[in-house]
Antibody, heavy 116, light 113 residues
Framework: QVHLVQSGAEVKKPGASVKVSCEASGYMFSNYGVSWVRQAPGQGLEWLGWISGYNGDTIYAQKFQGRVTMTTDTSTSTAYMELRSLISNDTGVYYC?????????WGQGTLVTVSS | DVVMTQSPDSLAVSLGERATINCKSSQTVLYSSNNKSYLGWYQQKLGQPPRLLIYWASTRESGVPDRFTGGGSGTDFTLTISSLQAEDVAVYYCQQYYYTPHTFGQGTKLEIK
């Protein structure tokens, strides 16, 4: 069955960068995209962007343009999301999702805490 | 960005009763060429990732109980739970995936009365 397994929790200082990984299994990685969604503590869901599992094309939410980079390693069916210049408001749980338009499988989430 | 507005923000319903959540998009998410509305519904239980319930506004995801029904088209959508069960306590989100960014509604918290 389909699984998305994300890397562990991170604590970062303001201004630093974080890179979260998402290893996919149980399906053909190149047949789907991966979207990244985050959730601040006690808040709703926010879409950061999408990357093609086929050719690495990306679409980023304008809010994160210039600060986020999404990449894939097709040899290991792993997607990565790097967010730079972190501020306290970036604290939250970051999810990778299998994107077929709707988001049908979700990783377990990675808690990123930004604190001085 | 397309704004997704859910109502109500919270809802308390008795076990076995019907629960209805509304979602309105600021622009149509209906693609006329295939007559599909690019709208999904998700359920998030406490401490868990969201789970896809409904896609194309009204198609139930595999494994989702048939008490969950999605309806609507264009800009106005509903998620109905026909007979509320204790395990349905959660926050429910709609999301449009027609335009980027793929925006979510603010969420509706569903509780037992």
């Amino acid at each position: 069955q389909v699984h998305l397994v994300q890397s562990g929790a991170e604590v970062k200082k303001p201004g630093a960068s974080v890179k979260v990984s998402c290893e996919a299994s149980g399906y053909m990685f190149s047949n789907y995209g991966v979207s990244w969604v985050r959730q601040a503590p006690g808040q709703g869901l926010e879409w950061l962007g999408w990357i093609s599992g086929y050719n690495g094309d990306t679409i980023y939410a304008q809010k994160f343009q210039g600060r986020v980079t999404m990449t894939t390693d097709t040899s290991t069916s792993t997607a990565y999301m790097e967010l730079r210049s972190l501020i306290s408001n970036d604290t939250g749980v970051y999810y990778c999702t299998r994107d077929r338009g709707s988001l049908d499988y979700w990783g377990q989430g990675t808690l990123v805490t930004v604190s001085s | 960005d397309v704004v997704m507005t859910q109502s109500p923000d919270s809802l308390a319903v008795s076990l076995g009763e019907r629960a209805t959540i509304n979602c309105k998009s600021s622009q149509t998410v209906l693609y006329s060429s295939n007559n599909k509305s690019y709208l999904g519904w998700y359920q998030q239980k406490l401490g868990q990732p969201p789970r896809l319930l409904i896609y194309w506004a009204s198609t139930r995801e595999s494994g989702v109980p048939d008490r969950f029904t999605g309806g609507g088209s264009g800009t106005d959508f509903t998620l109905t739970i026909s007979s509320l069960q204790a395990e349905d306590v959660a926050v429910y989100y709609c999301q449009q995936y027609y335009y980027t960014p793929h925006t979510f509604g603010q969420g509706t918290k569903l509780e037992i009365k």
